[in-house]
């Protein structure tokens, strides 16, 4: 069966959202048929959104899976390790962006989860699409929660980058 990358990105992780997005993915018909949690420092963000490199928004884009912003409060210096699975949550003040990442598996995995998730820029979502992932727990077009593979290539692309080149656990 066809086979996605889904990514909860740091603001998912640190908002409590996992659990939540989890259920809906499984209730949706998806299995998921492996996960991790990662942390993606500067160079492999840059490398994952390549495509988006000359966009006016990279560098903020750049900051926003590394660091993690708690509801806009001030940066702390402290850092926190997110080894196990299910860690992080609780909303506190870390200078790293976890993420989890999972491969679904689905037949039409890959336009199915990006309409699951819904529109980029979660604003929208919650007016045009209020039962998405990103009407749920997205922000704006940058802090939108969520990703998804936008084609076959690219999930093949984002799986290995993540399951295979990376493959440390
Ligand atoms: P993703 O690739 O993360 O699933 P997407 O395909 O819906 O999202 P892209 O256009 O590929 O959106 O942009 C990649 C990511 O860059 C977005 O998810 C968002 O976090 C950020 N981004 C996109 N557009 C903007 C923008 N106008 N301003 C700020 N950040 C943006």
Request: hydrophobic share 35%; net charge negative.
């Amino acid at each position: 069966r066809e086979k996605t990358l889904a990514m909860v990105k740091p603001d998912g992780v640190l908002g409590n959202y996992t659990d939540e997005i989890k259920r809906v993915i499984l209730e949706s018909g998806f299995n998921i048929f492996k996960e991790k949690i990662s942390q993606l420092d500067e160079e492999q963000t840059a490398t994952f959104y390549a495509e988006h490199y000359s966009k006016s928004f990279f560098s903020s884009l750049i900051k926003y899976m590394t660091r993690s912003e708690s509801s806009g409060e001030a940066m702390e210096d402290s850092v926190v390790s997110v080894d196990e699975k299910g860690g992080g949550g609780k909303g506190g003040l870390v200078s790293i962006g976890p993420v989890l990442v999972m491969v679904l598996e689905k037949e039409n995995a890959v336009a199915d989860w990006r309409a699951l998730i819904g529109p980029t820029d979660a604003r929208k979502a919650k007016n045009t699409h209020p039962h998405s992932i990103r009407a749920m727990c997205g922000l704006d077009s940058e802090k939108n929660c969520v990703h998804g593979s936008d084609s076959l290539q690219s999930a093949q692309r984002e799986i290995s980058f993540f399951f295979n080149e990376m493959s440390s656990g």
